[in-house]
């Protein structure tokens, strides 16, 4: 067993699951909050996760196979992707670059159509393992067919890319927003676009005001 | 950003003489005046002196009530803190004011203050952005290097890191603020605003949790969820200390997660804790705790300096002035929702 990251919410530990490679993904207990507080939030993320993985893989956005779930301890057992996360080769200067946010755009309007809401997406939940792109981490995942809520969680990335990728932030999302709507409803990109803009304006002290 | 830096530190030892600056704070409640002084890269607050408006029991902030408490107190402010210092507006070598962001009739009454001393004593014209300026000293006052910063107040609830030049932010909220949360719960169970002393005193009567919705979206929170179920279970009759308390435990677990998650992505290793709700020790206690976990330092500002304060804006103005900022009265109109990701970092 081998810790491969703390992250915020987890810890990604790397072990052995009868004989293969596997991802154990713990919520641990985080005594900073009330146990309520905790136990509601890391039970059940736990279990959407483990249920939008599986989601997510039926309508073609690669994800890691779900192996077990154990909800006592909150943990996922799953399928080791190893690849480099898209937050490392960002920065790279690499062409390739432009075809991998492309297949995120496409990858969110595929998880879009079918009213599955990431939560959460950043570059560090993208892995590129033998020149696939897969998508991890549904722990604040949840479905919705609200245009509101497929808008802020593009505007997420947005801010992610704008707050650690300045220079580079808004080619990406032309990259990102043409393998969107290659694949999106026609008739939806102007109602989503016009979402988009409220979405931004509504945040706190605006630019160009 | 390390070409950036470089560039900055060579200015300030380029400046090894003294530099003094009088910063007039405006944006809500708060009229406040401070002298500050710097000799290469430190600085001395020399006077800080404020007055706080306080709107009826209930209600919140009346802009034109608060502009004109600001207008009759400004001129006796800033005579106190040049007898503080001892000082006259000869001495002062620039004038800094709250340019925004903030409430308009409150703004206009520092900026006219600002520019008539600007233009009657021929000294600079400093505008500074309130939230860069929350930030500023609280770094300075900390000590702190390259943090992550938590900001909240009554105006603001942000995650930023300094980052290409500007602070960047890395979460905020998607609705209200955490001050505003909590002000106004207090207006709806009758208590004056700001409520945040009181909110924490009676916070800390009670264990009983209630279950609260709780909203985070990837390193956003979003708050006023929260606000209409907590005013619902006011209406029940559920005991205010137990509210309170699920409201604050809610709350501060929420913003303590979006902040664990920006310190894991950015990789910081110092938290640092800004803004008026800075003053709550639990808030205080739980990013601490969390900042454990991850190897992190935390620091947070003195609750002296924690609110609005004159402070923020002389500092702010000095190294402003420093960098070079000095505008023209014609461009010093105020700007009501200036955004602290705008403001280029020249210092």
Redesign the interface.
């Known amino acids: 067993m081998r810790i491969l990251k703390k992250g915020a919410e987890a810890s990604i530990i790397l072990g052995d699951w009868f004989g293969e490679d596997a991802i154990f993904k713990v919520r641990e207990l985080k005594s900073y909050r009330q146990s309520n507080i905790d136990t509601k939030i890391r039970v059940f993320r736990t279990l959407h996760e483990a249920s939008f993985l599986t989601e997510a893989k039926k309508i073609g956005v690669i994800t890691p196979l779900v192996y077990f779930v154990d909800r006592q301890k909150a943990e996922i057992v799953m399928q080791f992707v190893n690849g480099l996360r898209l937050k490392d080769i960002v920065n790279a200067s690499d062409t390739s670059i432009s075809k991998w946010f492309e297949e995120v755009g496409r990858y969110v309007a595929r998880l879009h159509e079918a009213n599955i809401i990431h939560g959460d997406i950043t570059t560090s939940n993208f892995l590129i393992s033998e020149d696939k792109l897969s998508m991890i981490d549904f722990g604040l995942s949840f479905y919705s067919n609200k245009i509101e809520d497929k808008a802020v969680d593009i505007h997420l990335l947005r801010t992610v890319l704008q707050s650690a990728n300045t220079d580079l932030s808004s080619k990406l999302m032309d990259h990102v927003f043409r393998g969107y709507f290659e694949l999106s409803n026609r008739n939806k990109v102007n109602d989503f676009l016009k979402r988009l803009k409220i979405v931004e304006r509504r945040g706190r002290y605006k630019f160009n005001e | 950003m390390s070409k950036l830096l470089e560039i900055s530190i060579e200015k300030k030892e380029d400046s090894e003489t003294r530099l003094v600056c009088l910063g007039i704070e405006s944006t809500a409640h708060t009229f406040g005046v401070s002298i500050v002084e710097s000799k290469g890269r430190t600085f001395n607050i020399l006077s800080d002196a404020k007055e706080i408006y306080r709107p009826e029991e209930g209600k919140g902030i009346h802009p034109r009530e608060a502009s004109k408490h600001h207008a009759q107190k400004a001129s006796s402010i800033i005579l106190r803190v040049l007898n503080e210092s001892g000082l006259s507006l000869v001495d002062v070598d620039a004038i800094a004011f709250s340019q925004g962001?903030g409430l308009g009739p409150c703004l206009r009454i520092g900026a006219v203050v600002a520019r008539t001393l600007s233009a009657y004593y021929q000294k600079p014209l400093i505008p500074v952005n309130h939230?860069v300026a929350h930030i500023e000293l609280a770094k300075i006052l900390t000590g702190a290097i390259d943090p992550l910063v938590l900001l909240v107040s009554g105006?603001?609830?942000?995650i930023v890191?300094l980052?290409?030049g500007?602070w960047?932010?890395?979460?905020?909220?998607?609705?209200i603020?955490i001050g505003q949360l909590i002000d106004q719960f207090g207006r709806e169970a009758g208590y004056s605003s700001p409520f945040g002393r009181e909110f924490e005193q009676i916070s800390c009567k009670s264990t009983n949790?209630i279950?609260l919705p709780?909203t985070?979206?990837?390193?956003?929170v979003s708050f006023s969820g929260l606000l209409t179920a907590a005013k619902k279970l006011l209406k029940e009759g559920i005991a205010i200390e137990d509210i309170c308390f699920s409201l604050q435990?809610?709350s501060?677990?929420m913003l303590?997660?979006s902040v664990?998650?920006a310190?894991?992505?950015t990789e910081k290793k110092e938290l640092l804790l800004a803004g008026g709700v800075a003053a709550n020790k639990t808030l205080q206690?739980?990013?601490k705790?969390?900042c454990q976990?991850?190897d992190s330092g935390f620091l947070s500002i003195q609750r002296e300096y924690s609110g609005d304060c004159g402070a923020q804006i002389a500092l702010n103005g000095l190294q402003l002035f420093k960098g070079g900022m000095n505008i023209d009265i014609s461009n010093s109109s105020v700007?009501?929702?200036?955004?602290?990701d705008?403001v280029d970092v020249i210092w």
């Not at chain 2, 960047?168 to 609705?175: A, M, V």
């Not at chain 2, 700007?335 to 602290?340: F, G, V």
Request: proline content about 2%; glycine content about 6%; cysteine-free.
């Open positions: 962001p939230a105006g603001h609830t942000v890191a980052s290409f500007r960047r932010i890395l979460g905020e909220t998607l609705d603020t949790y279950d709780y985070v979206k990837g390193n956003d435990e809610t501060f677990a303590v997660e664990e998650r310190l894991s992505f206690n739980m990013l705790s969390m976990i991850h700007r009501q929702s200036w955004r602290l705008e």
